[in-house]
């Protein structure tokens, strides 16, 4: 359930001490000992991620009653995904394993309007969803969201059935936003002996065969705790051969070249790295990535600053050195994702996963996992229950969504090594990668500096002195209006972002600094900086 608000907080949003607009944040010129030197490490990528390393996901609760899928025929969201694009859109979570495909199940009144419009319009070019539909499902969803989040927070869930409508809302969505589909499979599926019965995922495939659509596929989420959610346990072993089933009927349908990612276990604590460890020896030839999750922060309880708090980020690190730990051992060869990840779990933490303040874990959570070499991340939620959405109740995009736009825009595949030279690094935190040479405005050579400053003054970043001369486009990211860090719209280079219409996203407009000035980061502000013409060979 949504926490109320917690008493005292209105004072704490104009006055608290970390609030974005506090009398050093808004001091003049900052003293000497705010310069910081920057270090970078150019000579070569330390790796190379996808170029649909910022992916997310849907929900797959927003199934839970099908007739809310149909929020997926809105134009305006369909704007907003694409503007993510290239990426994955995984359909996935926890209630992955409390669906059940029925091919025989009438889509309900919603879905056959859906259905209607697509077979009268161009399917990607038009509103799928009438708008007084639209408006009566915005005003239902509320409730709708209580069911869910209480469902989650009593771990008691309910089986639902969705139809063949639902896979096409949901595919439509996907192709038309220029997301390549992963759709997770229930594992809880059982016979007597606890096998996986795949039956039910044999209509699916087979519905989807016929329909010619290109999606991969995941087995289940978070296994390690079936056992809490359904009262199964199963281990890594069986799990291993229950993803070799599922590759031989992809391999027996129309399906034998699609990939399989799995197993999404949680995080990797005591008897979930047992059991990943013994999934990858059984079944971890079959799986093209290995997927896993994690969230910093009990959302029920998290604070304002636990998300400013440097040694929570740096609780990433850890886990994350885990799991590259075990499949080293196990299957070294295997690519990593983040398979679903966001601040915090339960839907997040009210106020905070939907505001400004999340921004810095999102935008760190990025940062190290590129500089370590998890090759896709993948966003728990675009749009759906909770607070840690992209997007909200009303289709209006929030601050990660805004700052997951930049990070699309102007951050490459290649990925190189900065970091802030002298002590007391942890509260400045920056990131190098080479430019994304799809922007029209930079060329190959490029280089793209993302950074965070938790510190309560402005922190003043100068580049190595051989790129000391160079332009450079800043791209500085503060939250608006008078609720500072927990603001839910933000500024770019003090220009508010919003949609221009609901088909159209604003320009992101860079602000170029002079030659060999310091580059300004705010207190409590995160920023691209992208230094042009800086012909680095490992971005050539």
Not at 2 to 15: R, S, T
Not at 193 to 215: R, T
Not at 363 to 383: N, P, T, W, Y
């Amino acid at each position: 359930m949504l926490l109320p608000l917690k008493p005292g907080l209105p004072l704490l949003l104009l006055l608290g001490p970390l609030g974005a607009f506090s009398p050093r944040a808004l001091a003049g010129p900052a003293p000497i000992e705010d310069a910081v030197q920057l270090d970078f490490s150019t000579e070569r990528p330390v790796h190379l991620v996808s170029p649909a390393f910022l992916s997310f996901t849907i929900d797959a609760n927003l199934a839970t009653d099908p007739r809310f899928l149909t929020f997926l025929g809105s134009p305006k969201l369909r704007t907003l995904a694409r503007g993510l694009s290239p990426a994955y859109l995984r359909f996935g979570g926890t209630k992955t394993d409390f669906l059940i495909f029925d091919p025989k199940k009438k889509p309900s009144i919603e879905e056959r309007t859906y259905r209607q419009s697509q077979f009268n319009h161009d399917i990607c070019k038009s509103r799928l969803i009438p708008s007084t539909v639209e408006k009566k499902l915005q005003l239902e969803w509320p409730f709708q969201e209580q069911l869910l989040l209480r469902e989650q927070y009593q771990k008691k869930f309910k089986t639902s059935t969705y139809s063949r409508s639902s896979v096409d809302i949901l595919y439509t969505f996907a192709n038309c936003s220029g997301l390549n589909l992963i759709f997770g499979l229930n594992a809880l599926l059982r016979t007597a002996d606890l096998q996986w019965n795949s039956s039910n995922a044999q209509l699916l495939l087979d519905y989807c065969s016929s329909m010619g659509y290109n999606i991969s596929w995941e087995l289940g989420n978070e296994p390690n705790s079936f056992q809490k959610k359904a009262g199964i346990f199963i281990d890594g072993l069986q799990l291993g051969e229950d993803f070799i089933e599922l590759h031989d009927l992809l391999r027996k349908s129309s399906f034998k070249n699609a990939k399989l990612y799995g197993p999404d276990v949680g995080q990797p604590r005591g008897k979930t790295v047992n059991m990943l460890t013994s999934f990858l020896k059984a079944g971890g030839d079959v799986i093209d990535s290995v997927t896993w999750h994690h969230y910093y922060l009990n959302g029920r309880i998290a604070t304002k600053e636990d998300f400013l708090n440097p040694d929570v980020l740096d609780t990433f690190i850890l886990s994350a050195q885990k799991i590259f730990q075990v499949v080293q051992e196990t299957r070294p060869h295997k690519k990593v994702w983040l398979g679903e990840t966001s601040s915090a779990y339960g839907g997040g933490a009210p106020l905070l996963s939907n505001a400004f303040a999340a921004g810095f874990m999102w935008l760190d959570k990025l940062g190290l996992s590129a500089r370590m070499g998890i090759e896709v991340v993948m966003r728990q939620v675009f749009f759906g229950a909770g607070n840690y959405h992209l997007v909200d109740e009303n289709f209006e995009p929030l601050p990660d969504y805004w700052l997951s736009l930049l990070f699309k825009k102007l951050v490459g595949t290649n990925v190189l090594k900065a970091r802030v030279k002298g002590p007391d690094r942890s509260k400045l935190r920056v990131y190098l990668h080479c430019t994304n040479i799809n922007h029209p405005r930079y060329k190959e050579g490029d280089l793209t500096l993302y950074a965070l400053n938790l510190h309560n003054v402005t922190k003043h970043l100068k580049l190595p002195y051989y790129l000391f001369d160079k332009q450079v486009d800043r791209y500085l990211v503060k939250p608006s209006g008078p609720d500072g860090l927990f603001s839910k719209s933000v500024q770019l280079n003090g220009q508010i972002l919003k949609m221009v219409d609901d088909q159209t996203l604003p320009a992101l407009t860079e602000n170029p600094l002079r030659p060999g000035s310091s580059l300004g980061l705010p207190a409590f502000s995160y920023g691209f900086f992208v230094i042009r013409n800086a012909k680095v060979a490992a971005c050539i």
